[in-house]
Structures are given as structure tokens and as C-alpha cells.
């Protein structure tokens, strides 16, 4: 899916479409990821927010600690339950919102697939109350059972995912099957022998085969770890092949027709970086890719005046000198002295001066009868308003500017350079630009803003 729009130029890559993305009703999952940090929770909010003013029916499922998404949508909290997002939606559009809780949705997988004393001797287990609640790759393998989840319900016509915020995009991918691996692997197999062998046949096993093992594996592990995790593994026995089976049919889905991968980054070296890495990813699993948000984009309304002008004129201002013009202060003081050649008057044959006042009627303080001097200015340095004039002040505001508009230009030119380098190894990835705000999004109408930015979104060199 890569290219959703036109390209706007040879050099520049194709244009992310967006409100194409959001409004093709083909489309039924849109997941967001890339490494933490760079506005993917954001992202999927404000997706969320236009899909549903647009006429979706959607939901966003987000694994966010920070829980941002609830406060800027207006909820108290959210859960693992989805919740509507009041005063969103237009022509049957509506938005629901919720929280990723790993620990709840493997309850509920446990509660689902067995029968209730098994169930309960399994959650009131201490190692598989331990692997619930931060088992290495958990959260991303209980993204992927809540999404399936949702489009099973099939109460949503769109589903937004906010993968986790993990070390490395990948993880995402990566995760669910190492776990999925891990609870169908021989080492689960090899606690779970004694169980399936029953009678003396077994105990002679266990006394012989497994006496060295569970000896090595109690100094390892401790020996009352051992033992929960051995009857964690006997009351899971029915449940394993599930595990495996659904990681296996959740990655079909992202894999299908009707699933669209975003990739989110920031313009910075790290962020892109993970951001090619994902893009490689995707490819190599066959997994469709929509293109590449690009969050923070810093930009200047007064970028015709470039890095090297503006600081030359610092520099010059600094040092007293002239800012590159002949007229100017200069020029003010040249006429006032005079010339022959302009016809100007001459100081001896000035007679009236920018404020009105003649050499004449000066008085002997140097003040006419204004109280203002031949300059215009008050003896003191005030003008007749009282305004003071200070061109020391002025010239180090001036500098101050100067000097913040060649460091905005220096960040402008160095996350080009960035974007030109991802692009150049990615050329057929389509982009969305979302410039830097001064501020958090904390709202509805910040996630609205957003929303409005990604779909004017501006490809990278255009």
C-alpha cells in the first residue's frame, strides 16, 4: 500500500493520502509503530479522532503508561474495556477508546480457555501471576490477542493500534513469537513429562530422567520456583497450542488485505534509523505498508533568509558595522550631513529639523520650545511621546533574533539531511510531514490539529 498518493516532484517521495487511508472502508486495521518517543500514541489518537469525524466507526487500542490519550480525549481513565469518546463522530461516525492491560487480557484468554477450578488455580499461581505481569515480550503478545479480539467482535469497522513502547520497533513482530515459542517449547514440554507420565512408569522417570534435571534446574531457579512453574505448566497444559495457534492467526491478519502499517518518527538520526529498519521488516514479512509519519518537523516563516546572511548580520551588528545596505541608519545620517551632489542641506544650513524646530529657536539647553532637541528626541533620549530610544537595546534585540533564526535554519537543514537519507534508500515510501507544535496535545482540539496536519501532511523535499 505503499504510494497512497501522487508524487509531487522526481526528487520528492510520494505524498501520504491519509484521509484516503482513513476513508477507504477496505481498510479495517491501521497500526502505528516505530521506536518510543516519537508521538505514535498521538498519532493514533488523532487518527482515531478524523477517522470518526469522517464517518468510521472506530476504535483505538493503546499501550500507553503515560495514559496522555485518556486525558486528552475527555476520560477519566481507560481500561481494558473500550469507551466512548463523547462529542466525536459525524454522519455514524463514532470513536471508542482503551487501554491495553496485559495482565487483564491474559486473565481473560485464561478464563476463556479453561474450566473454572483449573482457571482459578492457575491466576492464584505465584509464576504465572510473575509471567502475566512482565513476562519479556507479554505486553506486545497481549496487544496482538486483544486486536484479534476486537476485529473478531467485528462491533468496529476501523481499528487503530499503538504498538508498545518498546526498546526497539521490532519487538512488536518479534515478541509474540518468542513468547508463543517459548509456552509451546520443549522446556514447557520437559516440566510437563512428569505429569503425562503416569503411575510407577512415571515415577521411575522421574527418579531416574528427571531427578538431575529438576536438581540443577531447583539450584538454578530455586526450588519453590520450580515447583510453581511445574504446576503452573500442568494446569496450562490444554492452553499451550492455543497460544501458538492465535500469535500465528493474529500475524495472518497483519499480513492480510485491509491492514495498513504506519510508520511514526521523528526527523532525527535514531528515530529514522528504526524507522528503515521497520520498513525492511514489513517487507520481508509481506506486510503492507501505508508509509512513514514524520512527527516534530521544525519549519521558519522566514526561511529565504538563509543560516550564513543571518548570522554575517549578527556579526555585523555585534561589531557595529553596516548589515549588508547601503541606505539604512547610514544613509539617514549621510543625508542629514548633506552633499553637494544630493542637494541636501548641509548641518550649518539646516533650518528644520525632524521634529519641527529651527536652529533658531533652540534654547540655550538645546531644547526648542517643544522640549525637544534638533533630532527630534528629547535631551534625555526620549522622543516627544516619551517613547525612549535606545539603539544599543535595539541592536541586541536584533542580534538575539538573529542569532535564534541560524539555529532554527541549522535544525531545519540538519533534519533534511535526515529525511534525504532515509528517502534515498526508501524512495517508494510515502510521507506525511506534521510540524512541531509549541506545545503537548491535551485535547480534542489538539488531537483535531493533528489530525489536519496529517492529511495536509507535506512529503519531505517537496
Sequence with gaps: ????????????????????????????????????????????????????????????????????????????????????????????GELHAMMLDMKRTFDEIVEAHADGERARAILANPFYQSLSAGFAGTQEYMAMEKLGQLRA????????????????????????????????????????????????????????????????????????????????????????????????????????????????AAPEPDALREAAYFVERLAAEGMPLAGLVLNRVHGSGADQLSAERALAAAENLEEGGIV??????????????????????????????AGGSTRDELTPDGTGPDGTGPDGTGVDGSGVDGTGVDEVAVDALAVGLLRLHVERMQVIAREQRTRDRFTSLHPEVAVA?????????????????IGERLAAGVPAGA
Excluded: Y
Design 1 to 92: 500500500m505503499s504510494g497512497d498518493g501522487g508524487t509531487v516532484g522526481l526528487d520528492a517521495p510520494p505524498w501520504l493520502a491519509v484521509d484516503r487511508l482513513l476513508d477507504d472502508p477496505q481498510n479495517r486495521i491501521v497500526v502505528c509503530c516505530g521506536s518510543g518517543g516519537v508521538g505514535k500514541t498521538t498519532t493514533a489518537a488523532a487518527l482515531g479522532v478524523r477517522a470518526a469525524e469522517r464517518g468510521r466507526k472506530a476504535v483505538v487500542l493503546t499501550i500507553d503508561p503515560a495514559r496522555r490519550l485518556a486525558q486528552s480525549m475527555g476520560i477519566d481513565s481507560l481500561d481494558n474495556t473500550p469507551r466512548k469518546v463523547a462529542g466525536v463522530g459525524a454522519d455514524g
Design 153 to 264: 467482535r467485528d462491533d468496529w469497522d476501523l481499528i487503530i493500534v499503538d504498538t508498545p513502547p518498546s526498546r526497539s520497533a521490532l519487538d512488536f513482530l518479534d515478541a509474540p513469537k518468542r513468547l508463543g515459542s517459548f509456552l509451546d517449547g520443549k522446556f514447557i514440554r520437559v516440566l510437563m513429562a512428569p505429569a503425562k507420565v503416569g503411575g510407577r512408569a512415571g515415577m521411575k522417570f522421574l527418579n531416574v530422567g528427571m531427578s538431575m534435571m529438576t536438581g540443577t534446574l531447583s539450584k538454578l531457579m530455586g526450588a519453590s520456583l520450580l515447583k510453581d512453574v511445574q504446576t503452573f505448566v500442568a494446569a496450562m497444559d490444554t492452553m499451550f497450542g492455543g497460544f501458538r495457534t492465535r500469535a500465528d492467526a493474529t500475524f495472518r491478519l497483519l499480513q492480510a488485505p485491509g491492514t495498513a502499517f504506519l510508520v511514526v
Design 324 to 353: 549588508d545596505q547601503e541606505s539604512g541608519k547610514a544613509g539617514l545620517r549621510d543625508a542629514a550631513a548633506g552633499s553637494p551632489e544630493t542637494g541636501s542641506p548641509s548641518a550649518e544650513g539646516l533650518t528644520a529639523d
Design 433 to 449: 510531514e506534521v510540524a512541531a507544535l509549541p506545545g503537548d496535545v491535551h485535547d480534542l482540539a489538539g488531537l483535531r490539529a
